[in-house]
């Protein structure tokens, strides 16, 4: 009970700045809820000072309510559906997704950056922008600050990409569904993909708002295979670093259990297709 009483200010606290920042990123969905948190918080801590009463609930809210989130996620994602419209996207998807991270690794290196920072924004960019970077933070052990950072550099290049591809897409040539897989692999999360799709769709009377959706949902399957490697390799870091009770790397302790809950909501969302039902409408 004393526990919950001490969460409790720090979640509220979150709740009252998610609410109307969920509100806003339904009005202005290019430019998220996300941005408009993060933007509500830095208003916010400007002149609250007490964070000490705070602190662990918000620490509870940017770890365990996150992961809940991320899993929540998997219920939006069709594996059958995902397998059949996006396999044939899938070399390109890969191709981009390694090339992306690659560049962030090298340019992390480069310009010496810190390192979650240059973490976060390469699989943000390269996966599903805040998506991807919401499952990778608790994982890494990134800090707030690192993660306010690197979402506000992917929802700036996100607004970018939605006022600038349609236009780029006509000037190289591309066709409906070029552009559909175009707009699937370069833009980040999922509101700027189908507005960057809805605009190219204004434009040129087509349809290639669902092609491009399925394609942002396959590379969302990349944050399995990415946050399990990071997790082993933090972990193992962490037992070659630390002291004597940290010598021993643990498989168990590594393994990041809300990814397998993910992907389990997933099968289920699957499942209940195969069934009949939408799960999208409970």
């Not at 168990?252 to 809300?258: G, L, Q, S, T, V």
């Amino acid at each position: 009970m004393l526990t919950i009483q001490k969460k409790a200010p720090g979640v509220i606290l979150c709740a009252i700045l998610a609410v109307p920042a969920w509100f806003l990123g339904q009005v202005f969905p290019l430019v998220g809820a996300p941005v408009f948190a993060i933007l509500l918080g830095m208003f916010v801590g400007t002149f609250y000072h007490n964070r000490k009463q705070t602190a662990q609930g918000i620490g509870f809210t940017s770890k365990y309510i996150l992961q809940t989130a991320v899993v929540l996620l998997g219920f939006g994602l069709n594996l059958g559906q995902v397998l059949k419209v996006g396999a044939q996207s899938l070399p390109i998807i890969i191709s981009t997704i390694a090339t992306s991270l690659i560049v962030a690794f090298l340019l992390q290196k480069w310009l010496k950056l810190d390192v979650n920072t240059a973490t976060l924004v390469g699989v943000g960019s390269s996966i599903c922008g805040g998506s991807a970077i919401a499952a990778t933070a608790p994982v890494i052990k990134a800090k707030d600050e690192e993660v306010a950072k690197s979402i506000s550099v992917i929802f700036l290049f996100n607004i970018l990409a939605a006022l600038i591809f349609p236009t780029l897409g006509d000037l190289i040539g591309l066709s409906n569904h070029g552009f559909a897989l175009f707009a699937g692999t370069a833009v980040n999360d999922t509101s700027s993909v189908t507005a960057t799709a809805a605009a190219w769709d204004a434009i040129h009377q087509s349809s290639t708002l669902d092609g491009a959706t399925i394609v942002k949902l396959t590379r969302t399957l990349a944050i399995i295979p990415i946050t399990l490697g990071l997790s082993f390799y933090k972990a193992y870091k962490e037992s070659k670093n630390g002291g004597a009770s940290e010598k021993t790397f643990s498989f168990k302790k590594a393994f990041p259990m809300f990814v397998l809950y993910f992907l389990l909501a997933s099968i289920v969302t699957t499942l209940a297709s195969a069934l009949g039902f939408d799960t999208m409408s409970f």
